[in-house]
């Protein structure tokens, strides 16, 4: 079925759940919400202790009976409860009492390319702790896409590539339609996990998550390859803070196979293109959004492994939300969209 952008020109509102953030725009104000989607729970009461980054900051530091919970996981939602009383509390309270004066809030959520049923069910139901009674679906990819600035609409091909914290999607793009896509579950999560399993095994060495930036940058800088970088962390053993220095080329090694994933789907999706289409990419080249597309170096990565030029988008982490509020206040020319459900 398809959907066209007057249905999307009546939602007042668009929220991305992430595995990683929930962002939320609101028509002609822009991104109201960008926050971790974290809850901190008290297990004794079950009562809600805070959300957002808040919650990000309690993480790994509470007592047993507070527990920081995700309740979505690869742009699915886990644990419909606990995702609207997140929700519910991320968004401002001025915003949402606007919100049930209005006797008929639309709202569109974009979900990811391959959402199942019992996804998109999900996510209906949480928009609904907004107020939510109609809710427009719209595959991840083309509001990347839109996002980006892509011209989906024209009869040529664009690639994206949404490179979000539990997943990568990968599409090609024409005429407002996806021509082939890929999900595939290796996000920049995976790639922090290979970091840290690596640090773990072989220099018996816990990071905390604030030591992987650094590392990121010194990993993928051409020009410290094969040299050593200093990482602070806690001995496993002892439990005792101490700084080794680790071989950046060994740590690229432990991120190939996370990194691999993502080459693979990029090369199943052009293998499904037809040839005319794959010719424009030539061209055009590769556009990277999502959060993980600001891992330094991975657009080289990718170019190099690909032979197409690769573009990281402006904010990538943001575009998908962006995307979809574009489309909301009519910044597109119409155009077919390819949406999930109606
Ligand atoms: N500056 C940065 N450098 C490297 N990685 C980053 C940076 N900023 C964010 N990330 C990574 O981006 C990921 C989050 O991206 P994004 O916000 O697109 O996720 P999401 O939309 O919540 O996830 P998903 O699409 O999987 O549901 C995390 O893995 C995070 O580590």
């Known amino acids: ?53 808040m919650a990000g900051g309690m993480a790994g530091r509470t007592p047993g009976h507070i527990r920081v919970v995700r309740p979505i996981s690869g742009g699915t939602v886990v644990d419909i409860d606990m995702a609207q009383r ?32 019992i996804a998109q069910r999900a996510a209906v139901e949480v928009l609904g702790a907004l107020g939510a009674r109609k809710v427009e679906m719209v595959d991840t990819l083309i509001a990347a896409a839109v996002g980006c600035g892509l011209p989906v609409e024209q ?20 005429l407002g339609s996806i021509v082939a896509a890929e999900k595939v579950q290796v996000g920049g999560d995976a790639i922090d996990y290979a970091v840290v399993q690596h ?7 816990m990071l905390a998550s604030k030591g992987l930036h ?20 806690r001995d496993v053993a002892t439990g005792l803070s101490r700084t080794v220095l680790v071989n950046t080329a060994h740590v690229r090694e432990a991120i190939h196979t996370p990194l691999t994933g993502v080459l693979d ?15 424009d990419l030539a061209d055009r080249g590769v556009m990277l959004a999502g959060g993980s597309a600001m891992l330094p170096g991975l657009d080289t990565m990718i170019e190099q492994a690909t032979g197409m030029v690769v573009r990281v988008a402006d904010n ?22 390819d949406p999930m459900v109606s």
């Open 1 to 53: 079925m398809t959907l066209c952008l007057d249905q999307l020109n009546r939602c007042t509102v668009a929220v991305d759940l992430g595995a990683a953030r929930t962002r939320v725009y609101l028509k002609d104000t822009g991104l109201v919400v960008d926050e971790p989607s974290l809850a901190a729970v008290n297990t004794r009461t079950g009562s809600l202790i805070a959300v957002g980054e």
């Open 86 to 117: 997140m929700l519910r509390f991320l968004v401002d309270d001025k915003i949402r009492r606007a919100w049930r004066r209005k006797p008929m809030l639309r709202a569109a959520v974009c979900l990811p390319h391959d959402a199942e049923p």
């Open 155 to 174: 009869p040529e091909a664009t690639m994206i590539v949404v490179c979000g914290a539990a997943s990568t999607q990968v599409a090609v793009l024409s």
């Open 199 to 205: 640090l773990r095994s072989e220099h018996e060495l």
């Open 214 to 233: 650094p590392l990121h940058l010194a990993l993928f800088d051409p020009m410290r390859i094969g040299t050593e970088t200093e990482v602070r962390g």
């Open 265 to 279: 789907a990029i090369g199943r999706v052009l293998r499904e293109c037809p040839p005319d289409l794959v010719a």
């Open 316 to 337: 990538p982490d943001t575009c998908s939300v962006v995307g979809l509020g574009a489309m909301m206040e009519g910044r597109i020319r119409p155009m077919k969209l």
